[in-house]
């Protein structure tokens, strides 16, 4: 009996902490872990979906496809997900998924771009995967825009679709208007996904779930781009007490986190000024190791770098622009 389903991302959006080199042994690991605890969804591949390796976005130490297989062979409860943004990754990508052991899609998009995902998220129906809609850089539109870009996810086939605060900037009662206003629109059930940027991605993630969400996000030790998410396994305690059931094992997914994910942090996931400053400016999570990378390529502080990333409201896909706007500040 679940109240509240939990999607671990540890494995996917962890993977922009671990600059994409997740070797096979610790996607096993990790998969052992959460499928012991008994969490019921845990999303597998590059940080930017299936096939985000690539220059652009970082290369992978070890084929997605080989971590996906090896994640869903660890799994006599879970279920394996991936994540897919059109145009990084193709309807192909998700037919390979499935005969690796995915069963379970969410379909990423700008908050503003739910159009382009038809065909993906129909394919992914008929593949048989229960599919999501996903919302990215939900604080860049209006309410109003989410509900109608939430409803085209639902007339495309999702059955749940998430409200994504991609850069940790929303504010409980910014949640809370969104899942509210789609709970009131739409029939699918509603997820949300937290960044930690501005440590409020505990209190944004219960605004959801008291707002009427059903699917929140978490990771092992918050790894994940930026600050990190959701702690998965603080997550579950706070809810225990609240008397909502998770269907998880609170001492199992705390060995989880500090057996196997705490010895291979590459850094601490911890809310430093850069973060903050992702938060503060609304600037997408990922983008936090490429602006280090360009502030030591052009000596200029990172923080102004982010800062006017956020006044050109930049969107995922544009991890260019950081270079471009470091080597403009140099000058």
């Known amino acids: 009996m679940r109240d509240i389903h939990i999607l671990d991302v540890s494995l996917r959006d962890g993977s922009h902490s671990m600059k994409h080199q997740y070797s096979e042994q610790q996607v096993r690991d990790i998969a052992r872990g959460l499928n012991q605890a008994g969490v019921e969804y845990f999303e597998v591949a590059h940080g930017d979906g299936l096939g985000g390796s690539s220059l652009q976005y970082g290369l992978s130490a070890v084929d997605e496809l080989k971590l996906i297989e090896a994640a869903a062979a660890e799994c006599t409860d879970s279920k394996v997900a991936v994540l897919l943004i059109p145009g990084i990754g193709i309807k192909d990508d998700l037919k390979n998924a499935v005969n690796v052991g995915a069963k379970m899609a969410r379909v990423a998009t700008h908050v503003t771009e739910a159009d382009i995902s038809a065909q993906h998220i129909a394919y992914s129906r008929e593949l048989g995967l229960k599919t999501a809609g996903f919302l990215m850089m939900a604080h860049m539109a209006p309410t109003s825009v989410i509900v109608e870009q939430a409803k085209l996810f639902e007339s495309y086939g999702a059955e749940i679709v998430y409200v994504t605060d991609s850069a940790g900037y929303l504010l409980p009662d910014q949640v809370t208007e969104r899942i509210r206003a789609l709970k009131e629109n739409i029939g699918c059930e509603i997820g949300f996904h937290a960044h930690n ?17 059903t699917y929140i996000d978490g990771s092992l030790r918050a790894l994940g781009a930026g600050s990190g998410n959701t702690q998965t396994e603080v997550l579950v305690a706070v809810l225990q007490r609240m008397g909502i059931q998770t269907g998880v094992d609170l001492y199992n997914i705390i060995d989880a986190a500090n057996d196997i994910v705490a010895p291979i942090l590459p850094r601490p996931q911890e809310i430093s000024g850069s973060s903050l400053i992702m938060g503060y400016a609304g600037v997408y999570s990922s983008f936090l190791l490429h602006t280090e990378k360009a502030s030591k390529q052009f000596g200029v502080d990172e923080r102004d770098i982010l800062v006017e990333l956020g006044r050109r409201k930049t969107v995922g896909g544009q991890e260019d622009l950081i270079y471009e706007v470091a080597q403009s500040l140099r000058k």
């Open 197 to 213: 940027n501005m440590s409020l991605a505990m209190a944004n993630s219960l605004a959801a779930i008291e707002a009427g969400a």
